[in-house]
């Protein structure tokens, strides 16, 4: 590569990590925020998102791929049980999965809708009490609980970002059945 075509190389990637910084500027995170963070295999993910289950009081909104772990199932129908009103959009083709948890808990009388309109609805994410966030690669999952690599975090008091989770929930809810 010439000097030339060095120097234009460097001014296009300054150029777009410019842009990049301008267009999708960072917002602070508000006073008094806290966070956990689980990792597995290990079960330290499960740990947060139990937490975070068990943190709620008013609402809960599971956005979610797959979703097995009867664990997080019992968890969140004790949720229900004491009032919070839960609500569920999953993926249609994996809550056809033997083991899924959505048949159980929509028979116990939560709210479920199915989305059917990507390849994949590979979100993975829960607003607990219109406040905070659990979120990260973790799927409600024995198999991510005991052999994947995976991460879960809990932002808690963020509401501008609950309130983004909260329109997207809101998104695909309206788009599932």
Not at 10 to 21: E, G, H, K, P
Not at 91 to 104: L, V
Request: net charge neutral; with cysteine.
């Amino acid at each position: 590569m010439s000097r030339i075509e060095a120097r234009r190389l460097f001014f296009v990637i300054a150029t777009i990590l410019l842009l990049t910084i301008s267009v999708f500027p960072q917002a602070p995170l508000p006073s008094g925020c806290s966070y956990d963070l689980g990792f597995s295999p290990g079960g330290t993910s499960l740990e947060v998102v139990l937490k975070a289950i068990n943190a709620s009081k008013i609402t809960l909104l599971v956005a979610c791929y797959e979703f097995t772990d009867r664990d997080i199932a019992e968890t969140i129908e004790a949720a229900a049980h004491r009032g919070v009103k839960v609500r569920i959009v999953a993926d249609y083709k994996a809550a056809q999965q033997k083991y899924s948890q959505t048949r159980i808990l929509k028979a116990v009388g939560i709210p479920i809708r199915l989305d059917d309109r990507y390849s994949i609805h590979h979100h993975k994410f829960m607003v607990i009490d219109s406040l905070s966030i659990e979120t990260g690669s973790f799927n409600y999952t024995t198999a991510a609980i005991k052999h994947y690599a995976e991460n879960a975090l809990v932002l808690w008091n963020v509401k501008p970002l609950a309130d983004e989770y909260t329109r997207e929930f809101e998104r695909l809810w309206g788009e599932s059945e």
